[in-house]
């Protein structure tokens, strides 16, 4: 499972995170999973119960990853600040954050989608992935190279962590209704 995970992390994560954290986090994860009592008398530290909808392997990973790659907030203008602030001030975004405020979800989802396809060609662009089960927060997702997508939805599954694709998700939840 450290493979998987290692590799899932590596990923998501779009070249953000240094190779020994990502091996860190990998590891300390897949004992987690492994072993939950174990790792839990080993770390005492860590603020885990059995009353989090999330297995502490994923709580592991979850917790350790930077705001530079899982981003949370409770509204869409609010997500994506924090992903254009995770890109830093040299690549410019035609969309704002504020023109998200009073914009429905299924159509501030697309816009933000359409401008993360518009970013790094070499690779199709990103696509945000809802990722786990957000705790304290609306929303929680990570930027994927679109085409990284169809081996981080593999991995996920693998794993056990939830994933999916935020604007389809959210496209085919309301056609449904």
Known sequence: MKTQLEELISKISSGCMLAEDVARIADEAAQAYADPQAFLAANPDINYDDSFPIALG???VIGSLPETVLFQAD??????????????????FVLKPKQLVKVE??????????????LS???KGYVLVDF???LDDELQAVLVYSTDLPRVMELA????????????TLKASLAEE
Not at 81 to 87: G, L, R
């Open 105 to 118: 979800p299924l159509k501030a989802l697309n816009r933000i989608q359409v401008q993360l396809s518009s």
């Open 157 to 168: 599954v693998e794993v056990g962590i939830y994933a999916a694709p935020a604007y389809a």
């Open 58 to 60: 994923e709580w592991i």
């Open 121 to 123: 060609p070499e690779t």
């Open 75 to 92: 509204s869409y203008d609010a997500l994506f600040q924090q992903i254009t602030e995770s890109f830093g001030p040299q690549v410019n």
């Open 132 to 134: 786990s089960e957000a």
